[in-house]
């Protein structure tokens, strides 16, 4: 399976870019859209795939293709950069760049995912988790999750409120001080962001920063 659980956004009845439709785990995300034959006119392979993990593979690697000056007639720059952050930093809020009506026109304007019912972006949504998938209520029940670092299994680590954790491979743990290598990250208010060597220690701080608040999604990580 190519993410942590099959009841994760990208399936979601509350995911915006779903129309309130819980879909399955794999869905084609170019049924229904120009996108498909605009790409395979880039030479990029799109079939059975999503948008953005073709993207993010293609990673600027641009030679014998020709999406390079397609990017370039869009006024986005891309010299010695990778696509994947360049669209993230556009966050598609795409004010002031020709790139805006060439999506539009691809009928791409509603794909990005969005929790109708919690009022967040979901940038990983076949990543991210919560319990009202599973009840489908509409009322949030607990925090959103996000897929932690792989231990023997998937695990789930909670979001600090809207600010899912991020992935680092440098740092010192904030909990133990121990070197961090393959770790996570979360954005300090007062300071460079606070880094964890695993996720208990993730989940230990956060229990500390949200009292009387539970995770039941990470249970398996205290087990553990």
């Given amino acids: 399976m190519p993410n942590g659980g099959p009841d994760n ?3 979601c009845g509350f995911n915006r870019r779903n129309a309130g439709r819980w879909r399955n785990s794999a869905p084609d995300e170019t ?4 996108i498909a034959p605009v790409l395979r ?3 990029l392979e799109t079939q059975g795939s ?3 993990p073709v993207l993010r593979n293609l990673g600027l690697e641009t030679q014998g293709s020709r999406i390079a000056p397609v990017l370039r007639n869009l006024g986005l720059e891309t010299q010695g950069s990778r696509i994947a952050p360049v669209l993230r930093n556009l966050g598609l809020e795409t004010q002031g760049s020709r790139i805006a009506p060439v999506l539009r026109n691809l009928g791409l304007e509603t794909q990005l995912p969005f929790c ?7 940038p990983y949504d076949h990543w991210t988790y919560c319990q009202n998938w599973h009840t489908r209520t509409c009322d949030p029940i607990g925090p959103i999750y996000s897929s932690g670092i792989y231990d023997q299994s998937y695990r789930r680590i909670p979001w600090h409120g809207a ?5 680092v491979t440098t740092g010192v743990c904030s909990e133990c001080s121990a070197p961090v290598h393959d770790g996570i990250s979360i954005p300090s208010v007062e300071g460079a962001p606070l880094a964890f060597c695993c996720n208990l220690h993730y989940l230990n701080w956060w229990k500390r ?11 398996g990580i205290e087990e553990h």
Avoid at 163 to 167: G, K, S, T
Avoid at 209 to 219: K, N, R
Wanted: proline letters at 14%; glycine letters at 12%.
């Fill in 50 to 52: 999503r948008i953005a």
């Fill in 209 to 219: 920063q949200h009292p009387g608040q539970d995770a039941p999604m990470s249970y």
């Fill in 31 to 34: 049924q229904g859209s120009r």
């Fill in 163 to 167: 600010v899912p954790p991020d992935f």
């Fill in 116 to 122: 109708e019912i919690r009022g967040v972006p979901v």
């Fill in 9 to 11: 956004c990208s399936t």
């Fill in 41 to 43: 006119n880039l030479g």
